[in-house]
């Protein structure tokens, strides 16, 4: 098992190791896996069928992994036994040690690796005394076959307590239904260290962020009026194991796909939080009930650098 990311702020340690059939032991010697630490890069040979084991050792005891289906239902991992895996740093404490196995798969014809959602990643969730819960995610993914470990943080919400001591979550998780009854059921003892439910400042900051989403897609238009034909598309959040992401656009917000970006600097195929990007078409979805958006664009490409003066 190899040490890939100490995620020491983030409280845990990611480990890798490739598994392989007993078929394909016979024919093939496993060293070391070699990892890019900036891009996430997995510089492996990958020409059949293998796995590769995930495990991260929690270095907090407020934190907890799980994984989700396709309908958002939420199964918490078991925590495997602490002298599971003997720690590289003995002297820092392990309070738990989570493992996933993503199959790598490949085409049966040109064995390219690729891996599939939601099979090719899981999720830690950080639950912080004061109500402050932090879900990160950890992914295999494989970009035109070369594959790469991913981490990033997904989501973030606050638990308040309000006046007959119920829990209030912002923003707000009705629609996860599973993960409410997570959240609850972890504060439901802890409640006392909770701050106060304030809907009149809950209420602003929702004013706030919708006046900043208004905000960029007025100052993309004044962009696109300078520009003539361009089209401009501002990064907003991309999702790595579900390889798609949101960006704001002159006709307001819509989803990408990383097939239909092309960049040149990093890789795997994304797009950063205020990134801006050329783009070739958008395309109504307004009759696709699996989504809440309306729009799609395709054929990205940039990220646009601004000249120096």
Known sequence: MQLIEKQKDFGFQIYLERELSK???KYLFLRDIGY????GLI???INCDC???IEIHTLQGSLFAFEVDKQKNITQKPCLAKTARQVVEPKERIFGVYQKRVRIKTYSQLHIPYTTYPENHFKVIEFDLEGKVTIFEIAIISDAGILYLTFQKVHEYQIYKDEQECLVCYPDLIKWESLHHLVCDFYRDKSHKLPRHNPNLIQKNNLLEFSITNELIEKIKRI???LGDIKIA???WFNFANRFGMVATSQGMARVYFDQILRFDKFPKHIGKNEKFIYQESISISDDKNTQFIREVRKLS???VAKQK
């Open 234 to 236: 501002v990064g907003v």
């Open 51 to 53: 796995t590769f084991l």
């Open 36 to 39: 890019d630490k900036e891009t």
């Open 23 to 25: 078929e394909s032991k």
């Open 43 to 45: 510089v492996e040979d």
């Open 224 to 226: 696109e009026e300078r």
């Open 302 to 304: 940039g990220p646009i």
